[in-house]
């Protein structure tokens, strides 16, 4: 379903803990790692898609999170020609996307990555909401910058400091505020053998792949609660 323009209707998903910290998962036997996010079906509403990406993405019900906010207008980016299959080439160019800021109130251990027969990722962890996004594709990471700053406003605690963004960088409009980012890695690094993950993430390995594919240093990754 795309709109005259040719973008689909999407929506993505800032999952925020307690902390502040916010969802990441890395897609499934890639070193990419990204917020959850899906199309909208025919006849649903953006809500009801981000119901329904949660659970098949996230393994979450409706009472296990609260929307704390979400965007105003769809946020839009392109996606190169080398992404589209050809059949979809010349009349696809995009997705347009609602972002909805959610709150868990459930626990840690409600998530899973198993919830259907199609995963979408095979690790995931928390993380600061200002975070360095070079790990995620290039392609999305204009809109991850402008959903992530639009949606800060409604943190718990007020706490929309922006810190992050591509290359460790500030925002312009928020630089006279606060030193840049952290400096170290969030996301995965590449080795020789495979990857490693970053402290905290917890792995769920595709059980259709062998784990030999995708090898993980055990002392960087725990098994995951549920």
């Keep these: 379903m795309l709109d005259r323009e040719g973008f689909r209707p999407n929506v993505g998903i800032i999952l925020l803990n307690q902390k502040n910290q916010v969802f990441w998962g890395k897609r499934i036997r890639t070193h990419s ?3 959850p996010q899906g199309g909208i079906d025919r006849g649903e509403t953006p809500e009801q898609a981000m119901f329904r990406e949660l659970h098949e993405e996230v393994g979450l019900r409706p ?7 979400r965007t105003r207008d769809w946020l839009r980016y ?4 080398r992404f589209i299959r050809r059949d979809a080439r010349g009349h696809y160019k995009g997705q347009k996307q609602i972002w909805f800021l959610l709150q868990l109130i459930g626990h ?4 899973n990555l198993r919830a259907t027969n199609h995963p979408e990722f095979d690790a995931w962890r928390w993380n600061d909401y200002w ?7 290039e392609f999305k990471r204009g809109v991850y910058e402008l959903a ?4 800060a406003r409604f943190l718990p605690h007020h706490e929309h400091r922006n810190r992050f ?3 460790g960088a ?20 590449m080795t020789g053998a495979g990857f490693e993950l970053p402290p905290g993430a917890s792995f769920e390995p595709d059980p259709n792949t062998a784990m030999e594919q995708h090898p993980v240093d055990a002392a960087s990754a725990k098994a995951p609660s549920a």
């Design 165 to 167: 963004l591509r290359n």
């Design 78 to 81: 392109e996606v190169p020609d």
């Design 131 to 137: 975070v360095p996004l070079d790990a995620v594709v």
């Design 170 to 189: 500030r925002s312009r409009d928020h630089q006279e505020h606060h030193d840049g980012p952290p400096r170290g890695a969030m996301f995965g690094l």
């Design 33 to 35: 790692w990204q917020f």
């Design 63 to 69: 009472e296990h999170v609260c929307i704390v906010a």
């Design 108 to 111: 840690d251990w409600d998530l």
């Design 148 to 151: 992530l700053i639009e949606l």
